[in-house]
């Protein structure tokens, strides 16, 4: 298992164009994937369960995966959240 928190760079956070992007990423992998903020786990690749979380600018978040690739996938999704979905 890996994990790694990351600070929301973006200010709107994770909305529904930056969420699905990360989504998209995080299907890329063939690990399961999570994300934290505070007590609450979703499923990073339900863009549902992401988008319930309201993660907002300056969010900090946890990224988990557990699988064959777990370490590419935490920091592919990191770099995203980092880069501020290039917005």
């Not at 699988?67 to 770099?79: R, S």
């Amino acid at each position: 298992m890996c994990v790694k928190d990351v600070l929301v760079q973006n200010q709107v956070g994770l909305h529904a164009r930056p969420a699905t992007f990360f989504i998209q990423k995080a299907n890329g992998y063939k690990s399961s994937i999570w994300v934290e903020k505070e007590d609450r786990r979703v499923n990073a690749k339900s863009l549902l369960g992401v988008l319930s979380l309201g993660i907002v600018g300056g969010a900090n978040i946890r990224i988990i995966a557990d699988g064959a690739d777990e370490e590419e996938a935490v920091q592919g999704l990191v770099e995203l959240v980092e880069s501020g979905f290039e917005e």
